[in-house]
């Protein structure tokens, strides 16, 4: 009998609030969803266990303001694992950068979660409500 694998989510935003909602928005039977709420602690935490998708906030709490961008660059340069940006400070510019270093998808926030369950079960990750999904 096989088994499946279970798939993993890392989110990494330093609004409680996002985490929060989007970690049980993510939560179902085969997913385990995993939050940090800085970068380091999601560095870590892609050292310690291989992850299928990081969603990722650009701007945290930081100086420069694109600390996502710079998480994309390490991710991608290091693990096989897709990436999620998404910010409440986009522009054109900062989306087109965030495609150029990797990202599987940009949104703005608030996040349409019928687009996100789209994008995720593409990749094979179960979701609650696959809304339009095939």
Do not use: W
């Not at 798939?7 to 609004?15: A, C, F, H, Q, R």
């Not at 609030?17 to 939560?27: D, H, Q, V, W």
């Not at 965030?98 to 349409?112: E, S, T, V, W």
């Amino acid at each position: 009998m096989e088994t499946k694998r279970l798939k993993k989510i890392l989110i990494v935003d330093d609004e409680p609030s996002i985490l929060l909602s989007l970690s049980y928005a993510l939560k179902v039977d085969g997913v385990e969803v995993i939050t940090c709420n800085e970068i380091e602690q999601a560095e870590e935490a892609l050292e310690n266990s291989r992850f299928d998708l990081v969603i990722a906030d650009i701007r945290m709490s930081g100086i420069s303001g694109i600390e996502g961008l710079e998480l994309l660059s390490y991710i991608k340069q290091r693990y096989t694992t897709e990436v999620i940006i998404m910010t409440g400070y986009g522009s054109d510019e900062v989306e087109a950068e965030a495609y150029r270093r990797g990202a599987l998808c940009y949104f703005n926030k608030p996040i349409d979660m019928e687009e996100l369950f789209h994008h995720l079960a593409a990749i094979g990750i179960p979701v609650k409500n696959p809304v339009g999904v095939k």
